[in-house]
Structures are given as C-alpha cells and as structure tokens.
C-alpha cells in the first residue's frame, strides 16, 4: 500500500514558477515509477509527466515540455514537479501517482494522491 500527499499548489502569476511536491510513504516508493497528472475543470484528467525509480527515465507531455522538470528524492520518499514559465492553461488540480511498475508511461498507476490546486492567473 502507497499514501501520496501532494503540496506545493498556489496562486502564480503567468511566467511564473511553483514546485510541487508528492510525500509518499510505504515501502515500495523506490521501487515504483511515479507520474503528475492534472485535471481543470470540466476536462479529463491528463498525463504530465512521469520518472522511473531511479530517475533516470522521464517522459512529459508535449504541452508541458520544456517548461516542467520532474524528479524524484528516493531518501525522502519524495517526488518533485517543478513548473516554470506557466500558463492559464496549466490552472488545474495536480495528482500524484504511482505505479506498480518500476517504470510507467502514461498508463499503469495504481495509487494516487488528493491533488493540490494550481492557478494561473494576473
């Protein structure tokens, strides 16, 4: 069993950057990809990013390439999102995830956090 808490979320200015983070705790964290997805209102929830369970594996969604940085503190039990240069349309409810595989892509999570809320907005 994995128990993911998301934190980070705010209000921020477009251009600007937040870092969200994911506390996770159960023994099979280093062994486990993890992924970020959001969901803004009305809208399905998407993939942004994923890292395998050393780090050394990522993927992102072409709309947040670039722009976000996903890493991993497998000591702390800890994922990290770092968001830069954001925009509107980023505004959404951000989830953690992770899977029961040692790398994922966009599919295959099985455990998943509350969500924080980031908004985007001047």
């Known amino acids: 069993q994995v128990q993911l808490v998301e934190s980070g979320g705010g209000l921020v200015q477009p251009g600007g950057s937040l870092r969200l983070s994911c506390a996770a705790s159960g023994r099979t964290f280093s062994s486990s990809a993890m992924g970020w997805f959001r969901q803004a209102p009305g809208k399905e929830r998407e993939f942004v990013a994923t890292?395998?369970?050393?780090?050394?594996?990522?993927y992102y969604a072409d709309s947040v390439k670039g722009r976000f940085t996903i890493s991993r503190y497998n000591a702390k039990n800890t994922v990290y999102l770092q968001m830069n240069s954001l925009k509107p349309e980023d505004a959404a409810v951000y989830y953690c995830?992770?899977?029961?595989?040692?790398?994922?892509?966009?599919?295959?999570?099985?455990?998943w956090g509350q969500g924080t809320q980031v908004a985007v907005s001047s």
């Open positions: 890292i395998g369970w050393s780090g050394g594996t990522t």
């Open positions: 995830a992770a899977a029961s595989t040692k790398v994922a892509h966009t599919t295959g999570y099985e455990y």
